[in-house]
């Protein structure tokens, strides 16, 4: 493949996609709406290089999809486009609505239309490739990982919405033949992610030597995996996956998330030391729950390393430390985002 329509590649997981697919040689055309996740200070590095080109708009508008794919003729679209924030979803499921379901159903369309006008070697090697999330399982009990068979039962309106796009991306496959795969991803972190999610929220409370707020008990459980080992993964479904399918994507490293801001606690300690000498730890504060908190996450990425030998490459530990890293040689990059709207307000994990 040479060139891949991306859409939401200004976000968390979708930038570090494209800056690893523009390192790797890949000509990547990229639409992102820029609503407040969207950060194009991420994609700094790529202004000069004539292998991204940038295009602003909803995945929702048509006209401008069609003519981007006519124009540019990508051999694959990656659709990472979504509102993706629960609590932001239990205060206004409709925008979640309007991007997950509306917004992929056009997409879908326009992908659909394009690849029918496609000779057929060009159809036969085209792909539309839908990332998704573990949250569409439901949540699971003390035991156990979600499959790709599990049932579906989403328990937000976030995870609602993402489940109601995965089904369209099926039906496509099945009823219009549309070359389709899906990957279903536990809990991201890393690089460029926006500091309402917890690691980077937490990350930058403690450095601050702020209190630093844990939902209910803090014992609810997810599986992290570093962004570039996701990246990694739809990169190697993108090439050999097979058409219609789904494939898991884990990073094999379930944490409870009280255990998960204690590990950065300690990692900044050893680090920089608060002025007045106090374990950053001592700095939790346990907040009232969010409304219908899934308790646990677990993701069996089995079929991923049998059919197509995916293996995460960070451990948690590994990962962890890069990202803390990461975050304090990157204050301005935070400081940038801090400038807009947001306020560090905990909104989840």
């Given at each position: 493949?040479?060139?891949?329509?991306?859409?939401?590649?200004?976000g968390?997981?979708?930038?570090?996609?494209?800056?690893?697919?523009?390192?790797?040689?890949?000509?990547?055309?990229?639409?992102?709406?820029?609503?407040?996740?969207?950060?194009?200070?991420?994609?700094?590095?790529?202004?000069?290089?004539?292998r991204?080109?940038?295009?602003?708009?909803?995945?929702?508008?048509?006209?401008l999809?069609a003519?981007?794919?006519?124009?540019?003729?990508?051999?694959?679209?990656?659709?990472?486009?979504?509102?993706s924030?629960?609590?932001?979803?239990?205060?206004?499921?409709?925008?979640?609505?309007?991007?997950?379901?509306?917004?992929?159903?056009?997409?879908?369309?326009?992908?659909?239309?394009?690849?029918y006008d496609?000779?057929?070697?060009?159809?036969?090697?085209?792909?539309f490739?839908?990332?998704?999330?573990?949250?569409?399982?439901?949540?699971?009990?003390t035991?156990?990982?979600?499959?790709?068979?599990?049932?579906?039962?989403?328990?937000?309106?976030?995870?609602?919405?993402k489940?109601?796009?995965?089904?369209?991306?099926?039906?496509?496959?099945h009823?219009?033949?549309?070359?389709?795969?899906?990957?279903?991803?536990?809990?991201?972190?890393g690089?460029?992610?926006?500091?309402?999610?917890?690691?980077?929220?937490?990350?930058?409370?403690a450095?601050?030597?702020?209190?630093?707020?844990?939902?209910?008990?803090g014992?609810?459980?997810?599986?992290?995996?570093?962004?570039?080992d996701?990246?990694?993964?739809?990169?190697?479904?993108l090439?050999?996956?097979?058409?219609?399918?789904?494939?898991n994507?884990?990073?094999?490293?379930?944490?409870?998330?009280?255990?998960?801001?204690?590990?950065?606690?300690?990692?900044?300690?050893?680090?920089?030391q608060?002025a007045?000498?106090?374990?950053r730890?001592?700095?939790?504060?346990?907040?009232?729950?969010?409304?219908?908190?899934?308790?646990?996450?677990?993701?069996?990425a089995?079929?991923?390393?049998r059919?197509?030998?995916?293996?995460?490459?960070?451990?948690?530990?590994?990962?962890?430390?890069?990202?803390?890293?990461?975050?304090?040689?990157?204050?301005?990059?935070?400081?940038?985002?801090?400038?807009?709207?947001?306020?560090?307000?905990?909104?989840?994990?």
């Amino acid at each position: 493949m040479e060139t891949l329509l991306v859409t939401g590649g200004a976000g968390f997981i979708g930038a570090n996609f494209v800056l690893q697919a523009v390192a790797d040689g890949l000509r990547v055309v990229n639409l992102d709406k820029l609503t407040y996740a969207g950060n194009l200070d991420t994609l700094a590095s790529l202004q000069a290089s004539d292998r991204h080109l940038f295009a602003h708009g909803d995945i929702g508008n048509r006209a401008l999809v069609a003519g981007l794919l006519a124009e540019h003729r990508p051999q694959a679209i990656v659709n990472f486009a979504a509102e993706s924030h629960v609590d932001r979803s239990i205060d206004g499921p409709a925008a979640f609505i309007e991007t997950n379901v509306v917004g992929t159903l056009g997409l879908l369309e326009c992908a659909r239309d394009y690849w029918y006008d496609l000779d057929s070697q060009a159809r036969e090697a085209f792909r539309f490739l839908h990332v998704s999330t573990d949250e569409v399982y439901g949540s699971l009990g003390t035991e156990g990982q979600f499959t790709e068979t599990t049932p579906y039962a989403p328990n937000s309106p976030y995870s609602a919405s993402k489940a109601a796009s995965d089904h369209l991306v099926r039906a496509f496959h099945h009823t219009y033949g549309l070359p389709t795969l899906t990957t279903n991803c536990s809990n991201n972190y890393g690089p460029y992610q926006f500091p309402e999610k917890l690691i980077p929220l937490v990350i930058q409370k403690a450095l601050a030597g702020e209190q630093v707020p844990v939902y209910g008990d803090g014992l609810n459980v997810r599986d992290w995996v570093h962004v570039s080992d996701h990246c990694s993964a739809i990169r190697r479904v993108l090439e050999a996956g097979r058409v219609g399918e789904t494939y898991n994507v884990g990073g094999n490293a379930e944490r409870e998330n009280l255990m998960v801001v204690k590990t950065i606690c300690a990692l900044l300690d050893a680090r920089r030391q608060l002025a007045n000498g106090r374990p950053r730890e001592s700095l939790i504060s346990f907040v009232r729950d969010r409304p219908g908190h899934d308790r646990r996450y677990a993701i069996d990425a089995g079929k991923l390393k049998r059919e197509l030998g995916w293996v995460p490459r960070q451990t948690f530990e590994s990962g962890m430390a890069h990202t803390v890293d990461w975050y304090l040689a990157n204050q301005l990059w935070v400081q940038r985002v801090l400038d807009g709207s947001y306020r560090m307000e905990r909104l989840g994990s």
